[in-house]
């Protein structure tokens, strides 16, 4: 173990004391017996003085150790910076690092005479993520857990899904991310990562962490989703590592009172109980039988599942009416020789992307300029119309319950991505791509929104919303002057390797990105009522890194374009 800055100081004090005492005895010479006793205070002394350069020398060697680590990890991160962040835990693992542990060697340091390194990690550290960008990665983790059903062993081992660059997370990485869980009131998962904490201590893993923390939180947890019984059995099996638990004991005590009381209770409400197991057995079997329908189904637990691949087909009467095409857009002179390729994703509503037509070259220089414009991801108030930056909401959580210091939820984010909004000033590219994108869909884009790109986050998402203003929302884009959104535009301008697909939860729809591809839909019928069916959302990234860029095409302009129609109900 290495000395602190305290013991330092003493060694220091210890060398400089005895040197006193040394130069306080003048008469040394006349005795040798008292200069044997030199001979002694020298060898504390030289044994002092050994001590601290070997704490100096660990201490190296520990900054050495952590250089060569760090070395050889970001010399393979920085080869596919994208993609080895694209992994959810090493984006996690990159705020840790720099947010907690750097903090840690600069404090190992700091003992040292680097200044130099010193006032740079300092300088730095003002650009290092902070404690909230470190919870915000930890939530990520946590909402592609629930979203995507995975285990905590398999989201530890980096074994994810199209995942290239794999990494365990270590004990007191899972151990980190339950103490947030623990912190935002969230008991399940506090269970999750606690338990795959001390899974992994069993297994030998070593860590600063010891079992009886791991199993202190465990019991609390799982206390708190009301399972008396293995509250018990954990609380036990922390006494026998440590007898003295102060908490434990009491905790102890506490459960087996209120296991005690509650057996009493059972005897009276066994008939209750049978009956309540007969229903819920009758339940489970109505359930099966009826097969309940898709559009039953809360959206949310829609959009997760569609996010994972479930949900509903088409049918085979309707699949065979989506088709693949060369599309001129009615012999527009520009595709008469190059049409594009087109193919129908959706028959209701009406989704079609366009294959090839943004290029890679074109793609890098959206993004090239979109970088250093990228800020918090915004979304339109409902009320105001006024474009604002993405709030938190409330998340559907298992077995939470509120703080009962500051009575808050465990939340999740409506949006997590940061965009950049182009115009055709910045470069003749964006220019050259609205242009493309009124070819194709025969749309005036002079009414439209600038070019939106978007890059998504850790776990980045957009959950189920409208891109039109509802008729609750009378004043929605009245600060634009253009009238709603009439039809949505998207450009695909990254593949994803796992997770990060378009879902319109109330049909069943889910489009996949695809890198060079766009996708197109009207929000409006042409008697500019909205189409409540293209409700759509971003399921969250689980692996990879998903870059997006969008045109909100508006009423104003598309007046001859596209013409209401006779019936009113079109």
Not at 207 to 231: F, H
Not at 487 to 515: E, I, N, Q
């Amino acid at each position: 173990m290495l000395p602190t800055r305290m013991e330092l100081k003493c060694w220091c004090l210890l060398l400089l004391s005895g040197l006193q005492s040394i130069s306080a005895n003048h008469d040394f010479f006349t005795s040798i017996g008292q200069m044997t006793d030199l001979l002694y205070t020298e060898k504390d002394l030289v044994t002092s003085l050994k001590d601290y350069i070997r704490a100096e020398e660990n201490k190296l060697e520990q900054i050495k150790r952590w250089a060569d680590k760090l070395d050889s990890l970001t010399a393979a991160a920085t080869q596919d910076p994208e993609g080895f962040l694209g992994h959810p835990v090493n984006a996690f693992k990159l705020m840790k690092r720099l947010n907690t542990e750097w903090g840690d060697l600069e404090s190992l340091v700091l003992s040292d005479t680097s200044d130099g390194f010193i006032s740079n990690l300092t300088i730095q550290r003002q650009h290092f993520p902070t404690d909230d960008d470190q919870t915000g990665a930890a939530k990520a983790l946590l909402r592609l857990q629930d979203t995507y059903r995975l285990d905590a062993n398999t989201i530890s081992t980096g074994d994810l899904p199209g995942a290239i660059h794999k990494i365990h997370m270590t004990v007191d990485d899972c151990y980190e991310l339950a103490k947030i869980a623990y912190t935002e009131v969230d008991y399940y998962h506090t269970e999750l990562w606690m338990t795959q904490a001390l899974k992994q201590l069993e297994e030998g893993e070593e860590s600063n962490i010891d079992m009886v923390t791991v199993l202190d939180y465990l019991s609390y947890a799982i206390y708190q989703q009301g399972e008396l019984d293995r509250a018990l059995e954990l609380t036990k099996r922390l006494l026998e590592l440590d007898p003295e638990h102060q908490r434990a004991k009491g905790n102890l005590k506490y459960f087996e009172f209120q296991l005690e009381k509650q057996n009493k209770a059972e005897p009276d409400e066994d008939e209750d109980k049978k009956e309540q197991v007969t229903n819920k057995t009758t339940e489970k079997k109505q359930k099966k039988e009826s097969r309940q329908t898709f559009s039953l189904i809360p959206e949310r637990k829609k959009y997760e599942m569609l996010c994972r691949g479930e949900g509903i087909r088409m049918t085979p009467q309707r699949q065979s009416r989506l088709f693949c095409r060369y599309y001129d857009n009615k012999h527009n002179p520009k595709f008469l020789l190059a049409p594009v390729k087109q193919q129908d994703e959706w028959d209701r509503p009406y989704i079609v992307r366009y294959l090839d037509i943004i290029s890679d070259t074109e793609m890098e220089k959206v993004k090239q300029l979109a970088k250093p414009r990228l800020r918090r991801a915004t979304i339109s108030n409902p009320v105001t119309g006024v474009l604002e930056t993405a709030s938190y909401r409330i998340s559907k959580r298992r077995a939470t319950v509120h703080d009962p210091q500051t009575g808050k939820l465990t939340t999740a984010q409506y949006r997590v991505s940061k965009s950049a909004w182009l115009t055709e000033y910045d470069d003749p590219l964006i220019d050259k791509l609205n242009q493309r994108i009124e070819d194709l869909t025969g749309l005036e884009m002079d009414t439209a929104e600038e070019l939106q790109v978007a890059n998504y986050g850790v776990g980045g998402q957009y959950e189920p919303h409208f891109d039109f203003g509802r008729k609750d929302e009378p004043d929605a884009f009245k600060e634009l002057g253009t009238g709603n959104r009439i039809a949505t535009w998207l450009f695909y301008m990254s593949d994803v390797a796992a997770g990060g697909a378009t879902v319109f939860p109330d049909v069943g729809a889910s489009v996949r990105p695809k890198k060079g591809t766009a996708v197109f839909w009207y929000n409006l019928f042409p008697n500019g009522e909205g189409d409540y069916s293209t409700r759509h959302a971003a399921c969250p990234v689980l692996v990879g890194n998903k870059w997006v860029s969008n045109k909100w095409i508006h009423e104003r302009g598309q007046e001859w374009r596209r013409p209401c129609n006779l019936s009113e109900a079109d």
